[in-house]
């Protein structure tokens, strides 16, 4: 019933910006807490940014000041606009939905910050 789709990951120069897109389905999206994840090669996955329904935020301290997460429920989409990116930004990141305590993903999407 819930379905995933992570879309906007790319090359990026230090400094850069990109928006990543997830697209989300069912009706339970509107009622339900998202927030993007992320993970390098042989690190463990973390959290980046979260949105409650009422749109309240919460932001890793190492993203503060530059990525904003932000959702349009009518069109089941959720966002993650980075800004003044770094190396250590390059990760894998993931959409996550959380319905009535169980975790949801989508399968990824690349973003690698390099010269």
């Known amino acids: 019933q819930v379905q995933l789709v992570e879309s906007g990951g790319g090359l990026v120069q230090p400094g850069g910006s990109l928006r990543l897109s997830c697209a989300a389905s069912?009706?339970?999206?509107?009622?339900?807490?998202m927030a993007w994840y992320r993970q390098a090669p042989g690190k463990q996955r973390d959290l980046v940014a979260r949105i409650t329904n009422k749109r309240t935020t919460d932001y890793a301290d190492s993203v503060k000041g530059r990525f904003t997460i932000s959702r349009e429920n009518a069109k089941n989409m959720l966002y993650l606009q980075m800004t003044s990116l770094k190396p250590e930004d390059t990760a894998v990141y993931s959409c996550n939905l959380n319905h009535l305590g169980f975790d949801y993903w989508g399968q990824g999407t690349q973003v690698t910050v390099s010269s």
């Open positions: 069912g009706s339970i999206f509107i009622f339900d807490t």
